[in-house]
Nanobody, 121 residues
Framework: QLQAFGGGLVQPGGSLRLSCAAS????????AAWFRQAPGKDREFVAG????????HYTDSVKGRFTISRDNVRRRVFLQMDGLNPEESARYYC????????????????WGRGTQVTVSS
């Protein structure tokens, strides 16, 4: 089970830190990722991190602004988001898979319900 939290309303240029708590699985064996979905749009990959935390991957639009990290002892994955813009308003989902990082949502077997991020002045 995955539960994401930390979303909210933030002004353009602001920051948020999302967290996702995992239970019921050997978390360190799973790649974790964040996706987002805005109304009327497809769900898109944002960032992913390998089980060991030694490898990460970001979609181009967030490179240099977002940072994904994980704490395998606490079974959590985080997404630090800086420099947010209104186009990034979406519901953010955490997910895990038992393989390498991929950007395809169909590759991820487990999903949380997501947390809403709204960027607006």
């Amino acid at each position: 089970q995955l539960q994401a939290f930390g979303g909210g309303l933030v002004q353009p240029g602001g920051s948020l830190r999302l967290s996702c708590a995992a239970s019921g699985l050997n978390f360190r064996l799973f790649t974790a990722a964040w996706f987002r979905q805005a109304p009327g749009k497809d769900r898109e990959f944002v960032a992913g991190i390998a089980g060991t935390g030694g490898e990460s991957h970001y979609t181009d639009s967030v490179k240099g602004r977002f940072t994904i990290s994980r704490d395998n002892v606490r079974r959590r994955v985080f997404l630090q988001m800086d420099g947010l813009n209104p186009e990034e308003s979406a519901r953010y989902y955490c997910s895990v898979r038992g393989g390498a990082i991929t950007t395809l949502q169909s590759d991820y077997a487990y999903w949380g319900r997501g947390t809403q991020v709204t960027v607006s002045s």
